[in-house]
């Protein structure tokens, strides 16, 4: 089937599904870590993990050499590299890029271009606007839309200058529980694979970082359809290509569209009963969309990052401690240096509801980080 290379902050949940579809990978991300070594035939680094740093010239160079030894069919890029639209284009001059055109990227990560889309095409959103609020308002959050994970988003202060950094706008804080659709898309129409539901978490100043998804989950009827419109009418006029993921807010019935992540996202973990990557490379070169319908999965699953307790050095012992609990994963090599806050590992749970892996997960997270207070 050929080398196909995947690119990521952390590529391992691209790499284990491509390596599930029978291809031979190529992962390139900043960590390395043990999993996405072990389904990598190859691993390249192209940043750091301290500040989850990608490096573009180290992609483009990685991507040259791949491309020089002439056994690669292509790449994927996946979280964290929406950010970088001119390294994408560079990036698919070198090697097919199986994905959304890095043009159709830049547009939807647009804040004018995107919310003006979704008022035209009936999309409820929240109110969003290019300056800050009047001094006095409440309610309203910066969010920078080169950011990921949460970590850009902040509380809007209401003495700050009025003008808001390039790329950077207000939005108006909403009710409700933080959601994500994941979605499989031929440039003209998408499928929704499943809703996930979002673990946000208060890390400092920082009110809602992205800390894991539970999927996949129900809706309500009313909700999921107006959610599976949303996802049609954006591949439509975004032209969007392969997996990606739609977040939103859920409030009873009532969604609230917040933006597009034209790439496969973490979610895509909680459907890997199917052959993801083959879809989304034949979506991508053939325009072909499966037959999947949106049915209920045998089981709920979630995924959470663990992040260090305070400064510390994984030590080796820690590590095949880790590395040894079926629950753990994105394992780091011993020796790596944390700074608190950065994330360790990741965790997952299973389970027949959403609660009940919750529960798990919460299980999981304190005896992960019982072990990491152990570092010096």
Same mark, same amino acid.
């Given at each position: 089937m050929g080398l196909l290379a995947v690119a990521a902050i952390s590529a391992r949940l691209l790499a284990e599904a491509a390596a599930? *579809? =029978?291809? &031979? #990978?190529? &992962? $390139?991300?900043? !960590?390395?870590? /043990?999993?996405?070594c072990r389904a990598a035939s190859r691993w390249f680094a192209i940043g750091t993990p301290q500040g989850l740093r990608i490096d573009p010239d180290r992609v483009l160079e990685t991507l040259t050499l791949l491309a020089r030894r002439g056994d690669a069919i292509g790449w994927i890029a996946g979280g964290g590299l929406e950010a970088w639209p001119g390294m994408l284009a560079a990036g698919a001059r070198l090697l097919p890029l199986f994905g959304t055109a890095p043009e159709a990227v830049r547009r939807v990560r647009d804040p004018a271009c995107f919310f003006d889309a979704l008022a035209r095409l009936d999309v409820e959103a929240p109110a969003v606007r290019a300056t800050l609020p009047e001094p006095g308002r409440t309610g309203?959050? #910066?969010k920078d839309a080169h950011g990921q994970g949460g970590w850009h988003v902040r509380r809007a202060a209401s003495d700050g200058p009025a003008v808001l950094p390039e790329h950077h706008y207000a939005q108006q804080e909403v009710p409700g529980l933080a959601m994500s659709a994941t979605y499989l898309a031929n440039g003209s129409d998408a499928i929704v694979l499943g809703f996930n539901e979002m673990i946000v978490r208060a890390t400092g100043a920082r009110p809602f970082v992205h800390a894991g998804t539970i999927g996949p989950v129900d809706l309500?009827? %009313?909700?999921?359809?107006r959610i599976v419109r949303a996802v049609r009418v954006l591949a439509r006029e975004f032209e969007l290509r392969g997996l =990606? %993921? #739609? *977040? !939103?807010? $859920?409030?009873g019935e009532r969604t609230w569209v917040l933006e597009v992540n034209p790439r496969p996202s973490a979610s895509i973990a909680h459907h890997a009963r199917r052959p993801l990557v083959t879809a989304h490379l034949e979506a991508c070169r053939d325009g072909v969309l499966p037959d999947w319908p949106l049915v209920p999965a045998p089981a709920v699953e979630g995924s959470e990052i663990v992040v260090a307790?305070? *400064?510390?050095?994984?030590?080796?012992? #820690?590590? +095949?401690? $880790?590395? *040894?609990?079926? +629950? /753990?994963?994105?394992v780091s090599c011993a020796g790596t240096r944390f700074a608190a806050g950065d994330p360790v590992c990741s965790i997952e749970a299973r389970g027949a509801s &959403?609660?009940? /892996? +919750?529960t798990g997960l919460d299980? &999981? +997270?304190k005896t992960i980080e019982k072990i990491l207070e152990t570092c010096p």
């Open positions: 599930r *579809d =029978g291809y &031979a #990978v190529a &992962a $390139l991300d900043v !960590f390395g870590d /043990v999993d996405t309203w959050l #910066v309500p009827a %009313s909700a999921a359809r =990606g %993921s #739609v *977040d !939103f807010m $859920l409030d307790p305070h *400064d510390c050095t994984l030590g080796d012992a #820690v590590a +095949r401690q $880790l590395a *040894d609990d079926p +629950r /753990v994963h994105d &959403a609660a009940d /892996v +919750r299980a &999981a +997270r």
